[in-house]
């Protein structure tokens, strides 16, 4: 998800599951490594960029720019999706090549925290960079792009990472990222994978709350299938926020542990299908006729428009206003 756990990253994009913890004490340690940097520095730097504008050779960039107006739209705790930087909040990227993810590779994370562990500072140096790439710094990416495309501190040259981490600066307006990720393009087939765009949402099993009104939110869990079909069930019924709430909802599962659906409830499952628009940041649900009666939810079609996220969940609202929450339960 757009907040999927550092482990799963691990384990969707290499299939080895003995290198996730390894994996997890490298980001743990990058996280704080770069958590300890002058973070006033960074913050006036980035006002600095802003104020100055782009450089006119780079204006004809996409340059996301800050919609300051929309936080009051957000609920508490949510950042605008044009103003993420933070790639652990962006979704799931496309894996390269090599089938790791091109901004979390979790084979070399785990190399490097293993050396890491025995005193090489070298890796402690990479894994530093690493992590203030990874938390948005565009100066960050731009340095750690340097360390792929050099093979610095002992690690193997990276192109293709090389690329993505010029790229990602670039795309903040970054002009010296943009003559690196040129460069990179004139010597090197670079995959398209590089260059994609995160999926805020992806296949897995998703809790969808709509908010109603101030009082009254409904609660669905869906299954968004790779090959764009969608089941899914309403877990109990609409309800006020001031009495039963969604987690005495979930508590209420089966023995498996899912949230219960009532299986004597038929009317309260549907099926369909799902696609997400990774350029307008829209999700779409259609809701098919049963020949079993399957409710007919609200409409025959939802279109979410994301907004803003957050650890652990997106928002976003539909044409009528109507806000919703959504929330990976697995992946």
């Known amino acids: 998800m757009a907040s999927s ?38 913050t006036s730097a980035a006002d600095a960029r802003g104020q100055g504008g782009l450089d006119s050779a780079a204006a004809d960039m996409p340059v996301r720019r800050p919609r300051m107006a929309l936080r009051d739209t957000l609920p508490e705790g949510f ?9 652990a909040l ?13 901004c979390l590779p979790a084979r070399v994370l ?17 894994l530093k960079a690493h992590a203030g790439a990874y938390a948005g710094d565009p100066d960050a990416q731009r340095v750690f792009a340097r360390v792929c495309e050099s093979g610095l501190y002992r690690a193997t040259a990276d ?6 981490w010029y790229y990602r600066a670039w795309l903040q307006g970054d002009h010296q990222s943009r003559k690196g990720a040129e460069r990179l393009m004139r010597s090197t087939r670079i995959s398209s994978a590089a260059m994609a765009e995160p999926m805020l949402v992806y296949p ?3 809790r969808i709350t709509a908010h109603l009104s101030d009082r009254l939110n409904s609660t669905s869990l869906f299954e968004l299938s790779a090959d764009g079909t969608a089941g899914g069930c309403l877990i109990g019924d609409s309800v006020a926020s001031a009495g039963i709430t969604n987690d005495t909802r979930a508590a209420a599962g089966d023995s ?49 428009a994301l907004l803003g996220c957050r650890v652990g969940s997106i ?3 539909d044409r009528r206003s109507v806000a919703y929450t959504l929330e990976c339960v697995t992946s």
């Open 159 to 164: 192109l293709q990472r090389a690329f993505f």
């Open 315 to 317: 928002c976003g609202r």
């Open 79 to 87: 950042v605008p999706l044009r103003e993420v930087k933070n790639m």
């Open 204 to 206: 897995g099993q998703w």
């Open 256 to 304: 498996c542990g899912q949230p219960a659906c009532a299986a004597s409830n038929r009317d309260a499952r549907y099926h369909g299908g799902w696609a997400y628009d990774g350029i307008g940041h829209v999700l779409t649900l259609i809701f098919d006729e049963s020949a079993s009666g399957a409710r007919r939810w609200r409409s025959d079609c939802w279109q979410i």
């Open 110 to 126: 785990a190399a490097m925290q293993r050396r890491y562990d025995l005193g090489d500072q070298e890796a402690a140096a990479w």
């Open 90 to 102: 962006l979704g799931r990227w496309t894996p390269l090549d090599d089938r790791m993810s091109p």
């Open 5 to 42: 756990s550092i482990c799963t990253a691990a384990e969707s994009s290499s299939g080895e599951l003995g290198m996730i913890d390894a994996t997890a004490g490298a980001m743990n340690y990058a996280a704080n490594a770069f958590s300890r940097e002058d973070d006033a520095r960074r």
